[in-house]
Each structure stands twice: as structure tokens, then as C-alpha cells.
């Protein structure tokens, strides 16, 4: 069981280290690395204010796709166990966790990736629809009313153990640990977020026309 375990985490983690944002800003017009762009940071949200709709939305599909791929993986891994069928949210939630440690700590680019957002959202649209259903509602509505993505991100990242707790209390309690755990690690990447939201510093959303 454990070398079926080590197996999910390792592919989670390369899949999760794809960082699509950086793949794209460096084969794109300005031949940059996202990572020197704007914000530094490495995701969506900095390649729509620092490159453009398009761009943007090319990581975007990579990086809800990485997430989707290392989750379904994940779930032939570990369909023959009966222990699977009994806590299937446990183990793909743990596929989750460390396919976004692989987008925030990516290996093959000197562990300096994104936040895990978009990446987390993308693995739970596989494991259970009305939690992912559910978070982008809470990031939307934020959206609306702030017009700040970093907010928004945050408040979603805190409702995600949350609502792990909500709807799958009776499937599987360390799940939540996990969903915990890995809220805690993004709200940790948004620290300078919230050091700027405190200061009333926080750019709303922009986006790069060119």
C-alpha cells in the first residue's frame, strides 16, 4: 500500500510542478519569466495584469488540467483497494495536496512557483463538484463586491476545510486535516497579499491590453 501511496504523491507533485504560467511567459512575446513580472508570482492572476487575457488564459486550462490529470491518476492508483471505495476523498484529497505543493514549490523551476488556487480548485472539481461548485461561488461574489483577486482567493481558501468538513464529514474525517493543512500553506503564500490588505495597499484587478 505504501509504494501505491508513494506512487500518487510523487506523479501528483511533477504534475502539480508543470507551472504553466511560467512555460507560457517565457515562450511568449516578451520572452520573460513571470516570476519578473508585476507581482513575482507565478499564476493566473499575474499573467493577466502582466501579459494579458490570452496568456492568461492558456495557464489557466494548463493548470486546471494538471490538477484534473493528477487527480484522475491518482484515483486508477488506488481503484483496486476496497479501502479506496470506503475513503475515496481521504486519498484523492491527498493526491491534492501535494499536486499544489508541486504548483507552489514547483522542482523544475528551483521551487519558486504560484499560490495553489487555481490548481486546488481544479483537483476538487474531481473529487467532489459541490465543494469546487461552492468555492468558486464564495470567489466570485467576492470578486464582485472587491474587485480584488487576492481576497477573494483568500476567502475561498478559508471556506475550502470548511466546507471539506461540511460535506464529507461522514465519509472521511482526515480529509479535512489534509483540506486544512493545505488552506493554511496557501493562505502562508498570500502573506504579503495580506500584509497589502491590511494597509489598504491591495491592487484591484487589471488587465493588460496589450
Known sequence: MFFYFAMAMIISYLLGSLSFSIIISKNFSQKKD????GS??????????SLGFFPAMFT???????????????SIIFENFDVFTKNRIFFL????????LGHMWPCFFKFKGGKGILTAWACNFFIDFKISLVLILIFLIVLA??????LSSICATVSYPILVFIFEKNTCQYAFLIALILS?????KHRTNIQRLIKNE????????K
Open 40 to 49: 513575482n508570482n507565478a499564476g493566473f492572476s499575474n499573467m493577466l495584469r
Open 184 to 188: 493554511l500553506l496557501i493562505i502562508f
Open 34 to 37: 513571470i516570476r519578473s513580472l
Open 60 to 74: 489557466f486550462i494548463g493548470d486546471f488540467i494538471k490538477g484534473i490529470i493528477a487527480i484522475y491518476i491518482s
Open 145 to 150: 463586491l472587491s474587485k480584488i483577486i487576492s
Open 93 to 100: 484529497t491527498f493526491s491534492c495536496f501535494f499536486c499544489c
Open 202 to 209: 491591495e491592487k484591484t484587478i487589471k488587465i493588460n491590453k
